[in-house]
């Protein structure tokens, strides 16, 4: 059985195959969409997965079943048991594969143009807690210590992975998209992926700092628990603990000159103005009540 779960920027298909071999994966690609199209939680929806049972999947999976297999298979082979393909927002449209092979669950990456990325080609998927959830918890639970303590934790391990030998103040560019969503807690410690851009800019720590401070969601928490009024007050946090000194207006631009070339013409994560406004939550009330009200409709 396949199912297609879809928003206005992707599609996400999946197999009953992906959800069995790796339960908590299929669970980080769907639920941005399915929490808020069906009303279950991360947590609920993971508990459905992990416990491989068919006839309950298939009944909180059944407004997306899909009667035949999807069409791309034919091209991209019987092996296939995921994909996620962009719809919109880009300019290089990119389109994710999942495919078992020999016990193996492995992820390929297919871009129009493979310009300042890096190459992901059957590369083995990791097995682990997903991070982002793990800090939803902890918020929900208002343990806004153990929150911090987790994220920093996990900030140093890119700092770690990723240093500069000549400069202890800059990362290398591939850690430009380490953040919280894409990072992955093993019997090792924290790993990485989805990693795919090989950007030609100059990355500071203060620069990786406020992308994960502006890039964390928090749509998995509870609101009342949320304790920042600003996403420059999670920032600072960082900054403070790893004796970082604030630069966010060099951080600002430097965020919007990675993003050029990724962003389509006219998005509003290229306008200096809407990122300066998000970060320091100064964005109009009837401007966010507005964008709220067209995302629902959308």
């Known amino acids: 059985m396949w199912y297609k779960i879809e928003s206005k920027a992707i599609i996400i298909y999946m197999s009953d195959e992906l959800i069995a071999i790796n339960p908590d994966l299929a669970t980080d690609l769907s639920a941005e969409i399915l929490t808020s199209l069906i009303r279950v939680s991360y947590w609920d929806l993971l508990s459905v997965f992990r416990?491989?049972?068919?006839?309950?999947?298939?009944?909180?999976?059944?407004?997306?079943?899909?009667e035949n297999r999807p069409s791309f298979i034919e091209k991209a082979g019987n092996n296939v048991v995921g994909c996620l393909f962009q719809k919109s927002g880009r300019k290089n449209i990119t389109n994710t594969y999942f495919t078992y092979e020999k016990d193996t669950l492995l992820v390929s990456k297919i871009s129009e143009s493979d310009n300042q990325r890096s190459p992901i080609v059957n590369e083995k998927v990791l097995s682990g807690k997903y991070l982002l959830p793990k800090l939803s918890e902890r918020i929900n639970k208002n343990d806004i210590a153990g929150f911090e303590s987790l994220f920093i934790e996990s900030i140093e391990s890119v700092f770690k992975s990723f240093k500069v030998a000549h400069?202890?103040?800059?990362?290398?560019?591939?850690?430009?998209?380490?953040?919280a969503k894409n990072i992955i807690i093993t019997d090792g410690g924290f790993d990485f992926f989805d990693i795919e851009y090989a950007p030609n800019i100059i990355l500071t720590k203060s620069h990786f700092l406020f992308r994960s401070a502006l890039g964390f969601s928090k749509q998995y928490i509870k609101r009342k628990y949320w304790p920042y009024k600003a996403p420059y007050d999670l920032y600072y946090v960082f900054c403070t603990h790893l004796s970082i000194k604030p630069?966010?207006?060099?951080?600002?631009?430097?965020?919007?000159?990675?993003?050029?070339?990724?962003?389509?013409?006219?998005?509003?994560?290229l306008s200096y103005k809407e990122l300066k406004r998000g970060f320091y939550n100064k964005t109009p009330l009837i401007i966010k009540t507005f964008r709220y009200l067209k995302n629902k409709l959308n």
């Open 247 to 269: 630069d966010v207006e060099n951080d600002i631009k430097s965020e919007l000159n990675f993003r050029k070339p990724i962003l389509a013409i006219g998005a509003k994560g």
């Open 167 to 179: 400069d202890s103040n800059l990362l290398k560019s591939e850690a430009i998209d380490c953040i």
């Open 51 to 66: 416990n491989n049972d068919i006839n309950k999947v298939k009944k909180v999976l059944k407004a997306f079943k899909l």
